[in-house]
């Protein structure tokens, strides 16, 4: 997974036609720290997507922005608009990791 640094990273990135998936993360949480554990699987399960993670806590502005309010919170972006979010609460198994991309495909 890509890190991103900056706010201007992030807006290149999201306003593809392809759809891209961004991790918000912290370095501070222990979800962050479980999903870490099995996202590596789920990146090359569902490599149809670019994968990239920011640290929430050096962009305050950009998770207020797209309301992450939990982490780590995975968003789907197209077209430089959040088309999914799987919000921190859902997103502590592999399953309900699965779960959310393939609801992108239905």
């Not at 891209?20 to 949480?29: A, N």
């Not at 997507?49 to 922005?65: C, G, I, S, T």
């Not at 979010?85 to 991309?101: D, I, Q, W």
């Amino acid at each position: 997974m890509k890190e991103l640094q900056t706010a201007e990273q992030f807006q290149e990135v999201i306003s593809g036609e392809q759809p891209v998936i961004v991790k918000f993360y912290t370095t501070w949480c222990p979800d962050c720290t479980r999903m870490n554990m099995f996202i590596d699987d789920i990146v090359n399960e569902y490599s149809q997507y670019d994968w990239f993670q920011m640290n929430r806590d050096h962009v305050p502005e950009l998770a207020e922005k797209y309301q992450v309010m939990g982490i780590p919170s995975l968003l789907v972006f197209k077209n430089g608009e959040k088309v999914a979010h799987l919000h921190s609460a859902n997103a502590k198994t592999p399953e309900e990791v699965r779960e959310f991309l393939q609801s992108l495909n239905s």
